[in-house]
């Protein structure tokens, strides 16, 4: 890696001899293209802030050593900090369970079982599932789910904050396609059959005049979608420090900077596009090299990831340090702008634009897992489990050791009465030349369980730190027996300190990365795309065209998915409350109306998931009635038709009479439709008849049958025999819980 920080020679190239050589272009329009390096003032604006930034990076240096230590016991590598050099070498994993724990849980809290994730308010009178769709079909190709979310949340716990970077990713693909094509004779325009020669084959295949082939076209794809990386801590400077968003660091004149690591191909690839200035891009080239001459002070977390991973670099990976800072520069027109710069070191100044992104935006998403007053970084949740896993790791390898000593036994001889120690080997059937009494064996105390009981103490103190109950680790065994009481109050505590978890980075990562995606979508999109299509209820199997999103309607994109997974531990509630609005006069909101179709969408996608509830609950209006004139021409033909749920049954019954009177039914058809008919208008007048009955008697519970009253939660009733070797219902689980196990 080339530390473009200690480059000196570079800077010759910027002197103040060539900068008043330099034509001034003030004059000139600035645009986002405008690469800003070649205005002195800007260049005077840059040195200042590069003098602060690497400030900035030399004060959180002690933060980001300390970081590295926090990796370290996550990936369960021993360090300089263990007390205890002995002969065992065994590190409990008591960290690391614990924090792939809370990962597990809160991932699948934040991503609820209905795949519903986004909510959308909007100004738009049109539908807005279209544009929901396609915050879908952008989470699922950037794969949150699956790779940012994980390795977030986990940064989270280990580094203490949330931080990612928003971009828009272009591919561009060559693919390949068939066409049929027909074949012609000579007159006609497709092509032309000519004799074949005789030396050719006679095997070959030959055309045909009338016959189609296939013919290979290529054509040029190019793929857009967002992209979300997730950016490790030390990498990250906010100034000032003590901001409290970065929103409000850039208003008040401070920069936001993140740690880039490019290769060659990268670097070239942005001289390409003109982010970097060629000169410099070129000369940085030149003096690319590994990482061994970075400065003392350059904690590089991308190298220790990659050793954790298990990738070993053959002869050193060569790759540039490059800041890119966000910050607020005076353009040379007078004006304030928010800018992306990209430094080297001290006057190596790659390249310098204005903020790409039309909605003037930082790409960068950065939260505190827990806030601290006066400081924009939060503190590490792992931060005070540090001692207590070094603690157990000491303890584990001295009960190891001991354990091995005594399984060994000691043997006490006289050499003076017992010459031949040599002889006596340990052996079946062995045979030792010497008087039992000069003879004596004794074992090694058994200490080793003092330290697994200090190693459960420290186990059970990382699990109250990081809120880990036992419901929450897989296979989990407890020497104590706990009753339903006691598990149902774990679970409860546990959604609680989920919830307030994952609701900060709800509100604080992924509701602003949804409103980042519409204004990409809207920047760099410029023609229709194809999506899963979502319904109001459930997915559809069908595909539709998404238009750009316009940003002069007003929208606002919400992560839905926490909310979603809270509802469903409120079903039972939502049931009370439908019996409870069920009752209510209708004289007590009169100029309206009560719609319970969104409820018990929300109800059925919670219980059930998106996918079953759109077959389970379905909408009858998308099954459009048939006139009763149509149905008598059907009817006529012979072809049996059913009757409709929402026809009007009265008036199809008057019609089909005229019908079967004028032309006598010969087919039967209208006799046997005029019967359903019937029917079912009788049924529906019973059903009519039940509910004004209930509203009347006030829904009272009849004797011996079980109901429910108006205004009361449903009740349970007496529960069924259930067959021999049938599981108790007290030892039921959720099957979208964590399993667990309770000795």
């Given amino acids: 890696m080339v530390n473009v920080m200690d480059m000196p020679d570079l800077a010759l190239r910027d002197t103040k001899v060539k900068r008043a050589k330099r034509k001034s272009k003030k004059e000139s329009k600035i645009d986002r293209s405008t690469n800003l390096i070649k205005y002195d003032d800007i260049l005077d604006?840059?040195?200042?802030?590069?003098?602060?930034?690497?400030?900035?990076?030399?004060?959180?240096?002690?933060?980001?050593?300390?970081?590295?230590?926090?990796?370290?016991?996550?990936?369960?590598?021993?360090?300089?900090?263990?007390?205890?050099?002995?002969?065992?070498?065994?590190?409990?994993?008591m960290v690391h369970n614990a924090v792939e724990a809370r990962k597990t849980r809160f991932v699948n809290q934040i991503f609820p079982v209905s795949n519903r994730n986004v909510d959308l308010i909007t100004t738009d009178?049109?539908?807005?599932?279209?544009?929901?769709?396609?915050?879908?079909?952008?989470?699922?190709?950037?794969?949150?789910?699956?790779?940012?979310?994980?390795?977030?949340?986990?940064?989270?716990?280990?580094?203490?904050?949330?931080?990612?970077?928003?971009?828009?990713?272009?591919?561009?693909?060559?693919?390949?396609?068939?066409?049929?094509q027909m074949i012609t004779t000579k007159a006609g325009t497709n092509l032309l059959l000519e004799k074949p020669?005789?030396?050719?084959?006679?095997?070959?295949?030959?055309?045909?005049?009338?016959?189609?082939?296939?013919?290979?076209?290529?054509?040029?794809?190019?793929?857009?979608?967002?992209?979300?990386?997730?950016?490790?801590?030390?990498?990250?400077?906010?100034?000032?420090?003590?901001?409290?968003?970065?929103?409000?660091?850039?208003?008040?004149?401070?920069?936001?900077?993140i740690i880039r690591r490019w290769s060659k191909a990268k670097i070239k690839k942005m001289i390409r596009e003109k982010i970097l200035d060629k000169e410099k891009g070129e000369a940085l080239l030149?003096?690319?090299?590994?990482?061994?001459?970075?400065?003392?002070?350059?904690?590089?977390?991308?190298?220790?990831?990659?050793?954790?991973?298990?990738?070993?670099?053959?002869g050193g990976s060569k790759h540039a340090l490059v800041y890119e800072t966000?910050?607020?520069?005076?353009?040379?027109?007078?004006?304030?702008?928010?800018?992306?710069?990209?430094?080297?070191?001290?006057?190596?100044?790659?390249?310098?634009?204005?903020?790409?992104?039309?909605?003037?935006?930082c790409s960068i998403i950065s939260v505190p897992v827990d806030k601290v007053k006066g400081s924009f970084k939060g503190i590490p949740k792992v931060k005070y489990c540090y001692d207590m896993q070094l603690m157990a790791n000491d303890a584990i390898n001295?009960?190891?050791?001991?354990?091995?000593?005594?399984?060994?036994?000691?043997?006490?001889?006289?050499?003076?009465?017992?010459?031949?120690?040599?002889?006596?080997?340990?052996?079946?059937?062995?045979?030792?030349?010497?008087?039992?009494?000069?003879?004596?064996?004794?074992?090694?105390?058994?200490?080793?369980?003092?330290a697994v009981s200090a190693?459960?103490?420290?186990?059970?103190?990382?699990?109250?730190?990081?809120?880990?109950?036992?419901?929450?680790?897989?296979?989990?065994?407890?020497?104590?027996?706990?009753n339903q009481a006691e598990i149902a109050n774990e679970q409860q505590v546990d959604i609680l300190t989920t919830a307030d978890a994952v609701t900060n980075v709800e509100q604080g990562v992924l509701t602003p990365m949804l409103n980042i995606f519409a204004e990409l979508d809207h920047q760099y999109r410029d023609d229709y795309t194809l999506v899963n299509a979502y319904g109001d209820l459930g997915i559809k199997a069908s595909m539709v065209k998404i238009p750009p999103i316009r940003m002069e309607t007003g929208f606002y994109f919400k992560w839905f998915g926490v909310e979603a997974a809270r509802t469903a531990q409120q079903v039972q509630m939502q049931i009370g409350s439908l019996n409870i609005i069920r009752g209510i006069p209708p004289q007590?909101?009169?100029?309206?109306?009560?719609?319970?179709?969104?409820?018990?969408?929300?109800?059925?996608?919670?219980?059930?998931?998106?996918?079953?509830?759109?077959?389970?609950?379905?909408?009858?209006?998308?099954?459009?009635?048939?006139e009763a004139e149509f149905e008598n021409e059907l009817m006529a033909k012979g072809n049996q038709l059913p009757v409709h749920l929402l026809d009007n049954d009265a008036e199809h019954i008057k019609i089909h009479q005229q019908a079967m009177e004028e032309t006598g039914d010969p087919n039967g058809q209208i006799r046997a439709h005029l019967w359903h008919h019937d029917q079912q208008m009788k049924t529906k007048q019973q059903m009519q008849l039940q509910q004004q009955l209930q509203q009347m008697q006030g829904q009272q519970d009849q004797p011996g049958q079980p109901g429910t009253r108006q205004g009361a939660l449903p009740g349970r009733g007496r529960a069924a025999q259930n067959p021999a070797g049938a599981i108790h219902p007290d030892q039921m689980q959720d099957p979208r819980m964590m399993p667990r196990r309770a000795m």
Wanted: glycine share 6%; net charge negative.
């Fill in 398 to 450: 001295e009960a190891a050791d001991n354990l091995t000593f005594s399984l060994m036994p000691i043997t006490f001889t006289d050499p003076n009465k017992n010459p031949r120690t040599d002889s006596m080997v340990l052996a079946v059937g062995a045979i030792w030349e010497t008087s039992p009494q000069d003879t004596q064996f004794a074992t090694m105390p058994d200490i080793w369980q003092n």
């Fill in 326 to 361: 966000w910050s607020v520069l005076e353009l040379p027109d007078g004006q304030d702008r928010i800018c992306v710069s990209y430094m080297g070191g001290p006057r190596i100044h790659l390249g310098c634009h204005l903020n790409p992104n039309w909605s003037d935006r």
């Fill in 45 to 93: 604006q840059l040195d200042d802030l590069y003098r602060d930034i690497e400030k900035g990076y030399e004060d959180q240096y002690a933060r980001a050593n300390d970081l590295i230590d926090y990796w370290d016991i996550y990936n369960c590598k021993l360090g300089p900090d263990q007390w205890y050099n002995g002969n065992s070498k065994i590190y409990l994993p």
């Fill in 125 to 180: 009178e049109s539908k807005p599932e279209n544009y929901v769709a396609l915050m879908e079909h952008y989470i699922l190709r950037s794969k949150i789910r699956t790779q940012v979310l994980p390795a977030l949340l986990k940064n989270g716990d280990i580094e203490g904050q949330y931080t990612i970077y928003v971009s828009w990713r272009k591919t561009k693909r060559h693919v390949a396609f068939k066409t049929k």
């Fill in 197 to 257: 020669d005789e030396d050719e084959d006679e095997d070959e295949d030959i055309p045909i005049p009338g016959e189609e082939i296939d013919e290979f076209e290529e054509d040029i794809v190019i793929d857009g979608r967002p992209e979300v990386e997730v950016i490790s801590d030390p990498d990250l400077l906010v100034l000032p420090v003590t901001s409290d968003s970065i929103d409000n660091a850039l208003r008040d004149g401070g920069s936001v900077t």
């Fill in 286 to 314: 030149e003096r690319l090299s590994d990482n061994t001459k970075a400065g003392p002070n350059k904690v590089d977390t991308g190298k220790e990831m990659v050793d954790a991973a298990g990738i070993k670099s053959v």
């Fill in 455 to 482: 190693v459960a103490t420290a186990k059970a103190e990382v699990a109250e730190t990081l809120s880990v109950n036992p419901a929450a680790i897989t296979q989990v065994t407890s020497t104590k027996k706990r």
């Fill in 588 to 626: 007590m909101y009169q100029g309206w109306k009560i719609n319970m179709v969104p409820v018990m969408e929300a109800m059925f996608e919670n219980l059930f998931g998106a996918r079953l509830a759109s077959q389970v609950f379905t909408d009858m209006s998308e099954e459009m009635t048939l």
